[in-house]
């Protein structure tokens, strides 16, 4: 398949990441953040907690698979992922727990390989639907790896728990902050590693890899984020540090 965009470090496909992913070469990390299925548990849409209820919704995709069904998609794309990791690889992979039905749920069910560690994102904000739990103020990154990896040993010192305000005023429904996805790459991937993110939305992940010299390869159904990923990756690299 012919790249949406590409230049010596960064290659951009425009498409659905399981008809992309066979065809891709091995990778050393791949972090990503899929669609969080919240159309059934809230409406199908991302609340940016400052429009009085305005929604933030992606273009094609509803976001209200029933959970089987987004079980499934997740376990098969997980597959893809790790079919593609080299003997020294890793995969980051970020998720929101939620409450439903009472009962906390916190998306291991997501993972079909042993999780190696769990990062706590601290958004330092709150967001809650309802006045029934305490207000949501984390995510998870789950990471699993294949027997050769270890985290970069300059990065250990990072911790567990990740305090890092949410990107704001973007185009994206919900877009990783850079300086998260500086901080997974840098800790995950070896300098002149290839970072691939399956849902690669605006890029930033894809920025963040080119930032830290390694190549990236990102996958973005919608046209519109494609434009603005390879807009960016057209920036001067933007000194923000892990």
């Known amino acids: 398949m012919k790249p949406y965009y590409q230049d010596s470090a960064v290659t951009i496909y425009q498409g659905d990441c399981q008809e992309i ?3 891709l ?11 969080y299925n919240l159309g059934n548990f809230a409406k199908g849409s991302f609340y940016d907690g400052k429009s009085k209820g ?34 020294s690889g890793a995969i980051f992979y970020n998720h929101k727990p939620r409450v439903e039905g009472g009962v906390w749920n916190d998306r291991k069910n997501l993972v079909p390989y042993p999780i190696r560690q769990e990062i706590v994102w601290d958004r330092c904000c709150m967001v809650n639907f309802c006045g029934s739990f305490f207000a949501s103020s984390s995510e998870r990154i789950f990471i699993v790896c294949k027997d050769g990896w270890k985290p970069n040993q300059e990065s250990v010192g990072f911790g567990e728990v990740w305090r890092i305000p949410p990107e704001t005023n973007t185009p994206h429904p919900a ?4 300086k998260l996805a500086k901080m997974a790459i840098a800790g995950g991937c070896k300098s002149g590693g290839i970072v691939l993110d399956p849902f690669s939305g605006s890029g930033t992940s894809l920025r ?29 690299v933007l000194e923000l540090k892990p």
């Open 21 to 23: 992913l066979p065809t």
């Open 25 to 35: 070469n091995q990778v050393d990390l791949v972090f990503t953040s899929p669609p």
């Open 54 to 87: 305005q929604r933030l919704e992606y273009i094609s995709h509803d976001d209200s698979m029933s959970e089987n069904e987004y079980i499934d998609w997740q376990h098969d794309l997980w597959n893809l992922w790790w079919s593609l990791l080299c003997d």
């Open 175 to 178: 877009p990783f902050p850079l």
């Open 208 to 236: 963040a890899a080119k930032d830290l010299n390694r190549k990236a390869i990102g996958i973005e159904i919608e046209e519109k984020y494609c434009e603005i990923a390879a807009n960016r990756m057209c920036q001067e």
